[in-house]
């Protein structure tokens, strides 16, 4: 298991310096200039040239590249070109916040998505099937972004049962905290938990077929013992690692959840540079969501190793 | 032994989702198309969408004096600007003012920022002058402004202002924040500045401006960002990024702000005119989503909201919340190929007209501002009083026969096709004069180009025809904006006539006359077919029932916070 954990952290490293890369040369591409958007369309022409040279961005394209880089493996990502904060404080703050709703909207699609698959697998054919299969084709289908105006605007604006929007200021104790976090966790797990009901289902039913069931539950077992100690585990392999892939969807989809909640996460961060041109920021933002998918990576290799014995060799 | 324990506890855990499945839950799936919150972020022309596009044609340069006219008084009493009388009480400062913006602060430096950061600014920094609730220049830290000559403004100072820092106001300290607006490099103002000469101190508490040319909304230009004061410590270079040293109302407070997301100011208990301090405390956070900043004001999470879309303000009525909102945009068909050089029709004065008879600005109303833009046919809407002219209110109403009539006297009786550009900023505005056009035969080609293209690409004669939303303004230094500086980009100069009129008005002693010499400047200009009003629209924002005292000026995109109160 160790070994498989400094591999994979092994190969992490020119992973994460290709995504760099590659990230530092599209950002060029981006066809905002970060100095005419600072400076606004008034500025003359010398203005908006000492802006870019103040930026660094008129020296060659390589020197930017290898400054960024020398300074980025220190732990120095740079600064906000529109606020002259430092990538890094700005992203510290960031990082909790979406975390905690990443989190939520996981918590929510496994349990839910979990629950829904393996009733689901139960009942294969049966009524409450079709309803949570046609549900998770729903799920599927709707966008993350709709999922959170519609709960905004019936939980929060008209039945204020929870905020509508990120406390201003940030929230004050564990319940607070709770509370914003419901109905963005919620947008952002409904597609997540749907994907997990399907793949479920499916694999219960592949399990629930197999011959060990058959002859645990011809010896007199229990079904629900049966459904717990030997199929539920056996039809968890896949799933895991849907849970894994879906990590890398729920951070995606939370650009678009945390704009709606004013979430000041790393989603409205990103969105935020790319609309401005911030390559700093941006870059900063996309490092951090490529680090933590390849870490939801190791871990769920070493999980999918934990689970199927033959993994670990 | 760990792996069966850990098993085990999946095992819980998975038993427990069942439990939980069996609960079951709403999915809440009633969505309709009247959620407010889906209606307004597709319906409309959002503010920021339109940000993309926007083309700021605030005063660049002034026109060219023709004679030198004696003093103008322009003072006026302002409701809470001057410091109340000593014996009289003043209501001691309660509670929090909660603010959500449009986008958050780039930085404190005013002289470093367009007026889009007004809003953060203002708590912290105090103006040369100020703007009332009828959008009137009224004093800020000057008193008192005249002009002794057309070109020449000299102000009277107060005498007992002291900044955060401790520094004290004079007029020389004015004189060192002229200056340093006027030569920051980089000033996104710094059309407000283009003809300035140089700034003199007269004594202790005077002082004057001198332009090159008259310009007369320079204190108005005062009322803003271009107009705040700094201390002079902070004149020497200082980075005001996250630091600002102003002498307003209220104090940033770095160690309570988080960059980027939300910014608090406490109380300055030093103020001159503690009248303007109804709260104690502000925070203004960053809501870049329109649904947010309305759905924030609608359940209680702040007070003010700003940049509501037009599409917004029902629902924020039906909420209980108040409009604040003041004349702003002036989404307009601009044509700058008046000599036909890309396209020999528009060279037609009769082609433009049969454009302009085309545009049916009620029904751009309806479909791009919810019915809430004034469709006067003037550059100046009416509730931009000191400006608007009742005579243009029909001017070049909708009337597509006509149009198609001139066409045909134009030697196009079977229509023109022109080219115009579309950015994913503006294309709600831009389908719709496609489909008006189009009733009237004249084609639309839709050039497709990247959002922040429109006014670069326009001013290097690709396009002589195009959309574009100018800010509204004093027309001493809006109308040549409009469509001479620098929008003559084809050098005609047959517009010459509007530049005469607008450096008439600069040095008319009366205001009646002035008002009718800008008013003959926009004839020209609406004659001419070079500006084409597809309608005015507001700046609009939104307060609380509970929040007493908003005003919004001319240019400002947040409410002043001075003299607000929140009723707990």
């Known amino acids: 298991m160790l070994r498989l954990l400094i591999g994979r952290l092994l190969a992490a490293i020119p992973l994460m310096f290709l995504v760099a890369t590659l990230v530092f040369f599209l950002a060029q591409a981006n066809s905002v200039d970060p100095a005419g958007s600072i400076l606004g369309l008034d500025a003359s022409g010398e203005a908006v040239e000492a802006k870019r040279a103040e930026l660094g961005v008129d020296r060659p394209l390589l020197t930017q590249y290898g400054d960024w880089l020398s300074n980025a493996v220190r732990g120095d990502l740079g600064t906000n070109w529109f606020n002259g904060e430092e990538v890094t404080t700005e992203l510290k703050d960031r990082i909790p916040v979406t975390i905690a709703l990443a989190f939520g909207g996981l918590l929510i699609a496994v349990v839910v998505g979990c629950s829904f698959g393996v009733v689901a697998g139960l009942k294969a054919g049966r009524w409450q099937d079709r309803i949570i299969t046609v549900a998770s084709s729903l799920g599927i289908a709707m966008p993350n972004f709709w999922i959170a105006l519609v709960l905004a605007y019936y939980f929060a604006v008209k039945l204020g049962w929870f905020p509508a929007v990120w406390p201003p200021g940030g929230p004050e104790g564990p319940l607070e905290w709770i509370e914003a976090l419901v109905l963005p966790s919620v947008a952002l797990g409904v597609a997540a938990s749907a994907a997990i009901a399907r793949q479920t289902r499916s694999a219960m039913i592949g399990v629930l077929q197999r011959d060990y069931i058959r002859t645990a539950l011809a010896k007199g077992l229990p079904v629900r013992r049966v459904v717990s100690r030997h199929a539920i585990r056996n039809a968890s392999i896949p799933v895991v690692t849907l849970i894994g892939f879906q990590v890398s969807a729920l951070l995606g989809g939370s650009l678009f959840v945390e704009l709606i909640f004013n979430i000041p996460g790393l989603g409205s961060y990103g969105v935020d540079a790319i609309f401005r041109g911030n390559v700093p920021a941006l870059l900063g933002f996309v490092m951090v969501i490529a680090l933590v998918v390849v870490l939801v990576n190791i871990a769920l290799d070493l999980s999918y190793a934990w689970l199927n014995p033959k993994v670990r060799g | ?474 027309p001493a230094g809006n109308l040549p904006a409009l469509a001479i500086r620098p929008w003559d980009t084809f050098e005609l100069g047959d517009l010459a006539e509007v530049d005469d009129f607008v450096a008439e008005a600069a040095v008319a002693d009366d205001v009646e006359v002035a008002r009718e010499l800008y008013a003959e400047a926009a004839e020209l200009m609406l004659d001419s077919g070079a500006i084409i009003p597809l309608g005015h629209a507001t700046q609009n924002a939104m307060v609380a029932a509970n929040v007493d005292g908003a005003v919004m000026g001319l240019g400002m995109q947040d409410p002043y916070p001075h003299g607000v109160r929140v009723e707990s």
Not at chain 2, 150 to 164: C, G, K
């Open chain 2, 1 to 474: 032994m760990t792996g069966t324990h850990t098993r085990r506890i999946v095992a819980a855990l998975t038993a427990l989702s069942l439990v939980a499945a069996a609960c079951g839950g709403s999915d809440g799936d009633g969505a309709t198309s009247d959620s407010t919150a889906t209606e307004a972020s597709t319906a409309e022309s959002t503010p920021e969408a339109t940000d993309a596009a926007e083309i700021v044609v605030e005063a660049e340069e002034q026109p060219v004096s023709t004679e030198a006219e004696p003093d103008e008084e322009v003072s006026g009493e302002p409701a809470t600007t001057e410091a109340p009388p000593a014996d009289e009480e003043v209501a001691a400062p309660a509670g929090e003012l909660r603010v959500a913006s449009f986008g958050p602060v780039t930085s404190y430096n005013p002289a470093a920022v367009n007026s889009a950061q007004f809003g953060y600014l203002i708590p912290v920094y105090d103006t040369l002058t100020r703007q009332n609730a009828d959008l009137q220049v009224v004093p800020g830290l000057a008193t008192a402004w005249t002009r002794p000559e057309p070109n020449i403004w000299e102000f009277t100072v107060r005498d007992d202002v002291v900044f955060h820092d401790g520094a004290a106001f004079d007029a020389q300290v004015a004189v060192d924040n002229i200056d340093y607006h006027a030569t920051f490099e980089g000033n996104p103002n710094a059309g407000t500045w283009a003809t300035f000469v140089e700034a003199r101190v007269v004594d202790d508490v005077t002082f004057q401006v001198e332009f090159a040319q008259p310009v007369p909304q320079f204190p108005l230009s005062m009322s803003l960002i271009q107009g705040m004061m700094l201390s002079p410590n902070a004149l020497d270079g200082a980075d005001l990024t996250r630091s600002p040293q102003g002498s307003g109302p209220w104090v940033h407070s770095d160690a309570d702000s988080q960059a980027g997301v939300t910014e608090v100011f406490t109380l300055n208990e030093n103020y001159w005119n503690p009248a303007d301090q109804g709260v104690e405390r502000i925070s203004i956070t960053s809501f870049p989503d329109n649904n947010a900043r309305l759905n924030a004001l609608i359940t209680g999470e702040v007070d003010v909201s700003t940049t509501i879309a037009d599409a917004q303000i029902d629902a924020g009525l039906d909420a209980g919340a108040e409009l604040v909102a003041v004349p702003n945009f002036f989404p307009h068909i601009l044509i700058t190929d008046r000599g036909g050089e890309l396209n020999p029709a528009l060279g037609d004065v009769r082609v433009r007209q049969a454009i302009a008879l085309s545009v049916d600005r009620a029904a751009y109303s309806d479909a791009i501002h919810a019915g809430r833009s004034d469709t006067s046919g003037g550059i100046y809407p009416s509730n931009f009083s000191q400006f608007y002219w009742p005579d243009f209110d029909d001017k070049n109403s909708y009337d597509p026969e006509r149009a198609r009539e001139l066409l045909a006297e134009a030697g196009y009786p079977d229509g023109v096709t022109i080219t115009m550009p579309i950015m994913p900023a503006i294309t709600p505005p831009v389908e719709l004069i496609v489909q008006m056009l189009g009733a009237s035969g004249i084609t639309v080609e839709l050039e497709q180009i990247n959002n922040g293209e429109l006014g670069p690409r326009v001013l290097s004669k690709e396009f002589g025809i195009t959309w574009l939303r100018a800010l509204l303004d004093h």
